[in-house]
């Protein structure tokens, strides 16, 4: 046991690099994608101690390349799911019982291990599992992973330093316990930190997990686990499992020792696992924390004062970077009349300067593939049918090809209907809808996109002024856990901007925050007193 109170390394945020022509990285990087691509790997579970392979395998294709096979994962059967639960609560006592500040070095030393030698493998991980250029790579795989390895250690040490007042004669403390059985961690595809955040941030104030990756992530989950062993952290802590969803979190939910369900995925996941949980409430020993993010339907709002460049700016990178599959992408965008001409030119303008959607080897492509192909027909759809509704039109894009890999071309809809299907519905990919609305409206405009949404994840307001900019923050509150003034909507950097949204967004406990990791301890408040009463008479008894 340490002896002393511990003050961690300052938490500072990862330097992102640029991978220009001729740098090191670049070279180190595009090496590494090669040896991945052109080689195979065979990805086992990791239940305890041991790697487990089943006779039931999937392949592993880029969506770029989707006829290319990089390697294969084994299916869970049930047993293994029991197998996995099994093993979490033998391994909990050892873990739970291991000092803060042992739990913290294996931790800071993952985030070591990223920046170093590991960077250049979960980069091309990434690029080849996900279809990440490089700089999306880099500021997601490498850099807020990273950040969240070390923000939350800074974070943990801050809340076990936090404690009560003590009155004379007594001593009262605090201890925060992790929950009492095991937390079930589900995590997306689309964002490598994410996936390696979700199951760490648990573990790391003393729970074990049980991990089910995405599908389409175990590439770069199979870089995560490998990097979690070589900074020591022990067998069982964290077992990993891929298969039929249903499946394991059924045998996940029905297991009295369920404690916590740490998700991101789709809103209608979470709700269904919401119920579920709801519904096998009398099966748990204590009531499990339920901590999720979930989707948006993410707005850009412009003010006539807005400046055109940086609102077609805010448009581009807001809605076609990493094809919009982010749960921030902005994917609705309100614009001034008198200056949505000015504003559209330019937009086109730079969507006319992308390369054709392409590999992300190739550097200089900007936009590569949407996940998988069922991705790919729910965005052709909505797409072929804005180019046949009167309401709507294509304005820019509105191709696509799968024969090789899932390319759709960054496509911007203008419609004359701000309630139009692609202004409500979530589509996850490189699709954005443009709503123009009369100057005078901008009142009316505000309560619209207040109310045109179920989800309240991420929005942005673009003006030069500032009583346009106070008047959209009041009234624009509760549709933004994440609210952006002069900016895109998306970009949330860990340790600056905690990420997360309400309303059919999840339930806001802020990645990237303390405020999360207080979800995964069960406090207990100790009272000590010094001298103890032996008779019971208070002096009002006389």
Known sequence: MGKGFFQVPAAINEPIKSYAPGSSERAEVLKQYSDYFNGTVDVPMYIGTKEVRTNITKPMSPPHDHKHIVGQYHIAEKKHIDQAISN????????????????????????????????????????????????????????????????????????????????????????????????????????????????????????????????????????????????????????????????????????????????????????????????????????????????????????????????????????????????????????????????????????????????????????????????????????????????????????????KGYFIEPTVIITTNPKYSTMETELFGPVVTIYIYEDKEWKDTLKLIDSTSEYALTGAVLSTDRYAIEEATTALENCAGNFYINDKPTGAVVGQQPFGGARASGTNDKAGSAQNLLRWVSPRLIKETFVTPENYRYPFLG
């Open 88 to 403: 979490v609560l033998e391994s909990r006592a050892n873990w739970a019982r291991l000092t803060w500040e042992q739990r913290a070095a294996i931790f800071l030393k993952a985030a070591d291990l990223l920046a170093g030698p590991y960077r250049a493998k979960i980069n091309a991980a990434t690029m080849i599992a996900q279809s990440k250029n490089i700089h999306q790579a880099e500021i997601d795989a490498a850099c807020e992973f990273i950040d969240f390895l070390r923000f939350n250690v800074e974070y943990m040490s801050q809340i076990y330093e936090e404690q009560p007042d003590s009155a004379e004669g007594i001593w009262n403390r605090v201890e925060y316990r992790p929950l009492e059985g095991f937390v079930y961690a589900v995590t997306p595809f689309n964002f490598t930190a994410i996936a390696g955040n979700l199951p760490a941030s648990a573990a790391m104030m003393g729970n074990v997990v049980v991990w089910k990756p995405s599908d389409s992530q175990i590439f770069s989950a199979k870089v995560i686990v490998d990097v979690f062993k070589e900074a020591g952290l022990p067998d069982g802590v964290i077992n990993v499992v891929y298969g039929d969803p249903v499946m394991i979190t059924d045998t996940v939910l029905a297991n009295p020792d369920f404690a916590g369900l740490h998700f991101t995925g789709s809103t209608f996941v979470f709700k269904e696992l919401w119920k579920q949980i709801g519904n096998n409430i009398h099966t748990y020993k204590t009531y499990p924390k339920i901590v999720g993010e979930t989707g948006g339907k993410d707005f850009i709002l412009a003010h006539a004062s807005a400046k055109p460049a940086q609102v077609a700016t805010a448009i581009v990178r807001g809605a076609f970077e990493f094809q919009g599959q982010k749960c921030s992408a902005a994917s609705r965008v309100y614009l001034p009349k008198s200056s949505s001409k000015e504003i559209l030119d330019i937009l086109k303008k730079d969507i006319n300067s992308f390369n054709k959607p392409g590999s992300p080897e190739d550097m200089s492509n900007f936009i590569t593939a949407v996940i998988h192909e069922g991705s790919f027909n729910k965005l052709v759809k909505y797409i072929d049918q804005a180019k046949v509704d009167k309401d709507a039109e294509i304005f820019a894009g509105g191709n696509y090809d799968k024969s």
